[in-house]
C-alpha cells in the first residue's frame, strides 16, 4: 500500500514519497490521512474556487482515486459570487469550480455519500484581504485539507472491500462561497439517484477544534440517526475517542444536529446527513462557530480561514501532535462506520 502511495505522491513532485519514508509497510489509521493532507496543504495553498492552485488540486485528488482502481472524474460548475470593495461597492465574481468524484460500486442500486470540500477561503472584501483572510498562502490544513485526507484513507482501505451499497467519495469547490459545488453536485443528481442515497457524511473542520462533533441533519429521520451518529459515538466511545453532538443550546440548532457546511444543501432537499467537524458547540454563541477556548495561541478561538493560523507549522507549534491524532481518531470511527453503513462483505 505505501509503495502504490508513493507512486501515485510521485506524479506531481519527485519528492513527495520522502515524507512517506516514515510510514510502516501496513499504515496505522490515520497516516495516509495525516500524510495527504499535509502534502495538498503544503503543494496547493490558495485553493481558491476557480484558482490554479484549485483545479491542479483536483486534478491530484482525480489521480489518487485512479490510482487507486476507482472510476474517477471531475465535473466542472459556472457560478459566482458577491466581493465587496473598500468604498461598499459589491461586485459579482464568477467562478469555474472543479468537483471530484470517485465511484465504489455495490450490488445494490442505493448509495452512500462520502464528502468533503477541497476548496480554501477566497477572500469576500477588501476587509478580509486586510485581516489575512484566505487568499493565495493559505494552506487550509484545517480548513479542509485534513477532511480531504480522510477521504482519501477511507477510499484506499476501502477499495478492495466488496459492499452491498455503493460508494460516491466527492471533494468539492465552492464551499467557501456558499456551498456552490455541493449545490451543483445535488442539482445534477437525478430523482431517482437521491432517492436511492442513503445518507451523505461531511468531513470538514477536523483539527483546530477542542473535540469531535457528529451532527445529523434536521430533516434525519431518528431511525437513521440510531445507525448515523450514535452508532458513531458508540465506536468513538469503544476506541476512547472523546466525541459527543451538539448539546442543543441553540434553538436555532437543535440538539444533536449540525449547520452551515455542504451538508446543509442534502439536508435541506431531506436527505440524511451525517456531518464530522471538530469544535466547541458550547462556547461563544453557541453555534459551533468558535472551535475552541480563546487563548494566545488562537485569540478568537478559531483558524478560520487565517492564514497565520490555518497552516500546519502554527498548529504543529500551537497543538503538537494534533493533525496525526486527529487523522487516527477519525478515521478509527469512520472506517467501521462506513463498512457497517454499506453492508461491506454482505453481497
Not at 30 to 58: C, N, V, W
Not at 314 to 325: F, M, N, Q, V
Request: contains cysteine; hydrophobic residues 35%; charged residues 20%.
Amino acid at each position: 500500500m505505501l509503495s502504490a502511495l508513493c507512486r501515485r505522491l510521485v506524479v506531481l513532485a519527485p519528492g513527495a514519497c520522502l515524507a512517506f519514508s516514515a510510514l510502516a509497510a501496513t499504515p496505522s489509521a490515520g497516516d495516509i490521512a495525516s500524510q495527504q493532507a499535509r502534502y495538498i496543504a503544503t503543494y496547493f495553498p490558495g485553493r481558491m474556487t476557480g484558482s490554479p492552485a484549485e483545479m491542479l488540486s483536483a486534478d491530484y485528488v482525480r489521480q489518487q482515486f485512479s490510482q487507486m482502481g476507482y472510476q474517477s472524474d471531475i465535473r466542472t460548475f459556472h457560478s459566482r459570487y458577491i466581493y465587496t470593495s473598500q468604498n461598499n461597492r459589491k461586485n459579482w465574481h464568477n467562478v469555474t469550480g472543479s468537483t471530484v468524484i470517485a465511484a465504489h460500486e455495490g450490488k445494490a442500486q442505493q448509495q452512500i455519500i462520502v464528502m468533503a470540500h477541497l476548496d480554501t477561503y477566497a477572500p469576500h472584501s477588501d476587509a478580509d484581504t486586510e485581516k489575512n483572510l484566505g487568499g493565495l498562502t493559505l494552506q487550509g490544513i484545517d480548513d479542509n485539507a485534513m477532511g480531504v485526507g480522510v477521504m482519501l484513507e477511507l477510499a484506499e482501505r476501502l477499495k478492495n472491500v466488496p459492499t452491498q451499497y455503493g460508494i460516491r467519495f466527492v471533494a468539492t469547490s465552492g464551499e467557501e462561497e456558499g456551498k456552490l459545488g455541493a449545490e451543483n453536485f445535488l442539482q445534477r443528481m437525478s430523482a431517482q439517484e437521491k432517492k436511492n442515497t442513503l445518507l451523505v457524511i461531511n468531513l470538514d473542520n477536523l483539527v483546530v477544534g477542542d473535540k469531535l462533533y457528529f451532527n445529523s441533519g434536521k430533516t434525519t429521520p431518528t431511525s437513521v440517526r440510531k445507525l448515523t451518529r450514535d452508532r458513531a459515538l458508540q465506536i468513538a466511545h469503544r476506541h476512547g475517542v472523546q466525541a459527543t453532538s451538539n448539546p442543543g443550546l441553540n434553538p436555532n440548532y437543535p440538539k444533536g444536529t449540525g449547520c452551515c457546511n455542504d451538508a446543509e444543501v442534502f439536508d435541506n432537499a431531506g436527505i440524511p446527513v451525517l456531518s464530522v467537524e471538530a469544535t466547541n458547540w458550547s462556547l461563544g454563541h453557541k453555534d459551533g462557530f468558535q472551535q475552541r477556548a480563546k487563548s494566545r495561541a488562537f485569540p478568537d478561538g478559531t483558524s478560520w480561514h487565517d492564514v497565520r493560523l490555518d497552516n500546519q507549522q502554527y498548529i504543529d507549534k500551537a497543538l503538537p501532535g494534533r493533525i496525526e491524532h486527529r487523522g487516527r481518531d477519525v478515521v478509527k470511527v469512520m472506517l467501521p462506520l462506513v463498512k457497517e453503513l454499506a453492508k461491506a462483505g454482505k453481497i
